[in-house]
């Protein structure tokens, strides 16, 4: 692929994953908003997603975005603030997607676990 | 008017200097250029700067006035002194040869780098093109092709100061009007020129281009349009 190719590409992932977590975030504050009013425990978190195949899904959605939109914004930002090289930065928005995969579905899966 | 006098502070040196502080007398209908080209030939003869038409058509005096670039020729006073002040500076994003001129090279470097020159597919023996006022593409060009290359949209620019590389909305504009114009044929490798990492994409739309382009062009929208079409050359393959 070549580099303008793959940077196109990169900013329509961008794009299209802000579009997503737009509704995902709206979806996640509004979630929090009706669930502290009757006091928020661990319990009680389990009780809505614990086993529950659509949050699975919601939840996973919303980690597959971050995961790459996230890196592709730091990217741009380490471009302007640092001297880093195009390929340190590709391996750096590699790591991140990376670990944010990892730490998303570690989470989300474990809480999926406790109850099924 | 003409008792009164007005306080300058003009750059004077490269990227290293200091503001030196002149009183220049206020005329009626005063401009920025005339105020500088009061100091050179009555104050400071040394003082360096560039203009050439001073009716706003060639792009030569583009300048910092209180800290914003502007063409000097067509800046009155009486907008950018509210306070009776007047600070002077090179445009910002471009080296300083000395004083109040910069080196454009790298501006017009970026020009030719987004490959934003005409590329013709017809020969002599073809009819002239027709290409409606109407027509969609033409009006897009249209709304774009009034640039006088003055740089001020590329000192504005907080991508241009950030991404040393990127072109800029002065190249980018120019290859959008070149893009709608359905007599070019070089379309597809100036998307590609204009995709790199210094590409249409780094853009921020913040907008200063368009708030500051004496011309009243409106670069972001030009970059706008330019980000959705490599996007559709992309996915056709194309790039």
Redesign the interface.
Known sequence: MTSARAEILEWLVQRVTAAILAVCVIVHLAVIVIAVQGGVTSKEIVARVGGSVPWLLFYSVFVVSVALHAPVGLRNILREYTSFGRRTTHWIMAAVCVLILVMGFRAVIGLYGLGA | MSSETITVEIWRGKEEGEFQTYQVPRMESQTVLDIVTYVQRNLDPGLSYRFACRVGVCGSCAMTVNGKPRWTCRTHIDKVAGDGTLRIQPLRNLPVIRDLAVDMTDFFEKWTQAKAQFVPTATRADDFAQVSPDDPQRKEASAGIECINCGVCYSACD?VA??GDYLGPAALNRAWTLHNDVRDGGRAER???I???G?C??CHSHQSCFELCPKHLNPTASIAGL?RA??K??LKGE?
Do not use: C, E, N
């Open positions: 991508t950030w991404l998307l590609k020129a995709s790199g990492s590409g994409q780094a980000k490599t996007v050359a992309a790039i």
